[in-house]
């Protein structure tokens, strides 16, 4: 399932036949320090099986000329991942849902 414009909260809260889910929106939107010759592609937040969140970078390394994802945060409850990043909860994004 995709679902292209939709607020964080709504795309880990709607009532889906999926578990999974992953919200991402472009960009470093949570201001974490990267290193120079790092870009970040996207701000993903995933939702597991067992309901913890995760926040993720997608990100690109000039040096290495790789890409990477990695995991910034984990939290326990949606109110956990707000408290501490509530800046997210303002954003559009997009949202995958599987299994």
């Not at 909260?9 to 960009?27: H, P």
């Not at 701000?43 to 890409?67: A, C, P, R």
Request: with cysteine; net charge negative; aromatic share 14%.
């Amino acid at each position: 399932m995709y679902i292209k414009e939709i607020k964080l909260k709504d795309a880990m809260t709607r009532e889906i036949d999926f578990r999974c889910r992953s919200w991402t929106v472009s960009g470093n939107k949570i201001d974490e320090d990267i290193p120079e010759n790092e870009s970040i592609e996207e701000t993903i937040v995933n939702k597991h099986y067992d309901g913890t969140l995760s926040v993720l970078f997608k990100g690109y390394d000039e040096k290495d000329k790789s890409s990477y994802v990695k995991r910034i945060a984990q939290f326990s409850t949606l109110e956990e991942l707000q408290e501490k990043y509530p800046q997210l909860f303002e954003l559009v994004g997009q949202l995958y849902a599987f299994f």
